[in-house]
């Protein structure tokens, strides 16, 4: 068995705050800092104290679907009301989606509606990502989530139980010298041992990097870091 998606940690000056506000988007159970899905499925959100502000673009964002452009714009005058605002990354005037920031700066898109890629998978239609084909088909076997895409350079896969794809948009990549604020974190199959269950993922190319609030820290091949929870 694989290790099991628990959360999405995410970093922030504000915690609170903006677990607030990605609870409100989302419609999601909150619990402090935590936040879960309705139903509890699919994978949380923890939001974590971080002293720095951010400075440069996320490696990975939202990508939340509409089913009309009513609902789309509903999201968007939401997101805009809680704090949100429209940012340009290079997007240009002709795309359909639309490119905002949370309250910390972290990049989400509102997806337009008829988006085909993302029908079917939830609100957060993928978590979209900066990386290679090769941290593709590494999470794919970390997750035992069966790989949906793998052409021209992109990869994606998708639990077999449906919800949110976690896509890699291939090259150019960004630099990986910096710290990650939204990093996953994962927890052994039931029943499962850590340990073994971390020398498994250096099989598949991981690394280990360390041991933090009693979490092993390791990498993905990508030099992405991620918390094998304890």
């Given at each position: 068995m694989a290790s ?14 903006l677990a607030?506000f990605w ?10 800092v935590l936040l879960?899905p309705?139903?509890?499925g ?6 974590v104290p971080?002293?720095?502000?951010k400075t440069?673009?996320?490696l990975?964002h ?7 452009l009513?609902?789309?714009?509903r999201t968007?005058?939401r ?5 949100g605002?429209?940012i ?8 359909e989606?639309?490119?905002l920031?949370?309250p910390?700066?972290?990049e ?5 509606p ?8 939830g609100?957060i239609?993928?978590?979209s990502?900066?990386?290679s084909p090769r941290?593709g088909?590494f999470?794919?076997e970390?997750?035992?989530?069966p790989l ?6 992109e990869?994606a ?10 896509t890699?948009g291939g090259p150019?990549y960004?630099?990986?010298s910096?710290?990650?604020?939204w ?8 029943g ?14 991981a690394?280990r990097?360390?041991t ?7 990498s993905?091949?990508d030099g992405?870091?991620?918390r094998?929870l304890?």
């Amino acid at each position: 068995m694989a290790s099991r998606l628990f959360a999405l940690r995410v970093d922030a000056v504000q915690p609170e705050r903006l677990a607030g506000f990605w609870a409100a988007i989302l419609g999601w159970e909150r619990d402090g800092v935590l936040l879960s899905p309705p139903g509890g499925g699919g994978f949380r959100l923890r939001f974590v104290p971080e002293q720095d502000p951010k400075t440069v673009p996320n490696l990975m964002h939202f990508d939340l679907t509409s089913d009309t452009l009513a609902d789309q714009e509903r999201t968007v005058a939401r997101a805009l009301e809680l704090g949100g605002r429209h940012i340009d990354i290079g997007q240009g005037p002709d795309v359909e989606h639309v490119v905002l920031a949370d309250p910390e700066g972290n990049e989400f898109c509102v997806i337009e509606p008829g988006n085909s890629f993302l029908d079917g998978c939830g609100f957060i239609g993928a978590v979209s990502s900066d990386g290679s084909p090769r941290v593709g088909h590494f999470w794919a076997e970390a997750l035992g989530w069966p790989l949906i895409w793998d052409q021209d350079e992109e990869t994606a896969i998708q639990s077999s139980d449906g919800g949110s794809k976690i896509t890699w948009g291939g090259p150019p990549y960004q630099p990986r010298s910096r710290k990650l604020r939204w990093a996953y974190e994962l927890i052994p199959p039931p029943g499962g041992d850590r340990d073994a269950e971390a020398d498994r993922l250096i099989a598949l190319g991981a690394a280990r990097t360390g041991t933090r609030d009693g979490d092993l820290l390791m990498s993905d091949p990508d030099g992405n870091e991620f918390r094998l929870l304890g």
